[in-house]
């Protein structure tokens, strides 16, 4: 049995037959749907199962969903999913990532040393890279840790606010009895009692402390305090 045509409802032969959109059509019948204009399998568009041209094709807009109670409540809804949604994932993954260290007077220390170290070990390569080769040693050539801690005074400070004794001894000497030292390093004071420098500083009036520290006035500014014993050397 024969198909009807989708335009015009009459029987479509197989010699005049077109099949798209899910119908039979006649030739002749497969037309725009507003212009009349006769389309073919090339050029048509289809839309709602119905063939259009290219120029009266539907133009199809998006539309503006209206912010409804009901609307409100779903986006409202939504929001609280994703905040427990979040919840549970930091809950979940709470304790896996880095710890934070505390800020004791020993990792204080140990910082210190280690930039320290860098500071030298950076002077080091500097002078190599001026000379264009190996440079005398300036300094011990294996320093040990004892070298670079401060004393017991020094320690002290960041959690004894009262001066002690070991502080008050460190009281700047008679001008008189102190030597004279060049800086051979720069230093940036890491405690409020200690002195900054840069490389040709002479430091005047300088006293032995212990084994790696002395206090001594830097000539150029003046001021005066703790430094290490190995950023300078006696002239």
Not at 23 to 39: A, Q
Not at 44 to 60: L, Q, V, W
Request: hydrophobic share 30%; proline share 8%.
């Amino acid at each position: 049995m024969n198909p009807l045509c989708g335009r015009c409802n009459l029987v479509v032969y197989p010699t005049e037959k077109v099949n798209c959109l899910d119908k039979y059509w006649h030739k002749g019948c497969f037309s725009c749907e507003v212009c009349k204009m006769t389309l073919n399998m090339k050029n048509y568009k289809g839309f709602a199962k119905r063939p259009y041209c290219n120029a009266h094709y539907p133009k199809t807009n998006f539309t503006c969903v209206a912010d409804t109670p009901e609307n409100l409540r779903l986006k409202q809804q939504s929001k609280m999913q994703s905040h427990v949604l979040y919840r549970e994932d930091f809950e979940k993954n709470k304790g896996k990532g880095f710890s934070a260290v505390a800020d004791t007077p020993e990792m204080q220390r140990m910082k210190k040393l280690q930039d320290q170290i860098s500071n030298i070990k950076y002077h080091e390569e500097f002078e190599k890279k001026k000379t264009g080769g190996e440079v005398p040693h300036q300094q011990p050539s294996n320093p040990s840790p004892a070298a670079f801690q401060p004393p017991a005074a020094s320690q002290n400070f960041h959690y004894e606010p009262a001066p002690v004794p070991a502080q008050a001894a460190a009281a700047a000497p008679p001008p008189s009895a102190g030597k004279r030292y060049r800086a051979v390093y720069d230093y940036a004071a890491a405690d409020e009692d200690e002195v900054s420098f840069v490389d040709g500083d002479v430091i005047i009036d300088v006293q032995q402390i212990d084994e790696g520290w002395m206090y001594g006035r830097v000539e150029r500014t003046g001021q005066q305090g703790m430094l290490p014993a190995n950023y300078v050397e006696a002239i």
